[in-house]
């Protein structure tokens, strides 16, 4: 009698581990090919992004939409932003791959960043009115954080092809492309390296809002002509 009661119980938890597997799976399926979260880790991005943010990412809007100057793009800084090496053991790594996945903590190797130059572009810091340009133009910076200048670092550089170069929004604090002229690679980052475009700010709910990519023309003069 009691083997017959205890019967039903068993197969009702295998479904619930074998939907929880499932569940998992096609999560896990969904954030490799069309959607993921990462977490803001700092200020860089400010006033787009705040520390703390999780931000939902796109993997295929630039399988239809190629890259763009002015956009914001996640990447794999393994190999120009991040260093080569940099594993802390494999129980420390897991937890941190892990709190990644989760979206409660920032990753060492994936950043985000905005595209100021595309393959085969000329940035340059800074014009008599201490604008960036880019061949030879102005660069408009609508996103850029309140007081901040373009760049207090000048720069001449040149964009090679499959590279992008990439600045933050708040650049007085931001490490970025400036940060590594003089390392190999010259703070370029190779395009295949991009993991997607941000679409939506999904945490806290009080800044919940869409990421909105900027016009096709982002480079733009003063009305002037100077």
């Known amino acids: ?40 880790p700092s200020a860089s991005m400010e006033p787009l992004f705040y520390t703390g943010d999780r931000i939902l990412v796109s993997r295929t809007d630039f399988q239809t939409d190629p890259i763009r100057r002015g956009d914001v793009v996640v990447f794999d800084g393994r190999g120009s932003f991040a260093p080569l090496n940099s594993g802390s053991g494999p129980v420390q790594d897991a937890v941190v791959a892990a709190g990644h996945w989760l979206g409660i903590t920032g990753s060492d190797t994936t950043y985000v960043k905005r595209v ?13 009115r201490k604008r960036l340009t880019v061949n030879g133009k102005p660069l408009a910076e609508p996103y850029l954080y309140a007081g ?13 092809a499959g590279r992008l170069w990439l600045l933050g929004d708040h650049r007085s604090v931001s ?5 590594l002229l003089g390392a190999p690679g010259g703070g370029m980052v190779r395009m295949d390296r991009v993991i997607g475009r941000p679409v939506q700010i999904i945490w806290p709910l009080d800044r919940f809002a869409s990421v909105a990519r900027p016009p096709l023309a982002a480079i733009t003069t003063t009305k002037d002509g100077q």
Do not use: E, H, N
Not at 120 to 128: I, N, T
Not at 148 to 160: A, E, G, L, Y
């Open 148 to 160: 901040d200048m373009p760049s207090s670092q000048k720069f001449s550089v040149s964009v090679p």
């Open 116 to 128: 100021i130059g595309l393959p085969g572009d000329s940035v340059v810091c800074c014009d008599a």
């Open 175 to 179: 490490a970025d492309s400036r940060s």
């Open 1 to 40: 009698m009691d083997k017959t009661q205890r019967q039903p119980g068993k197969p009702g938890w295998r479904f619930v581990f074998l939907g929880l597997a499932l569940a998992l799976v096609i999560s896990g399926l969904v954030r490799s090919l069309w959607l993921d979260v990462y977490y803001i």
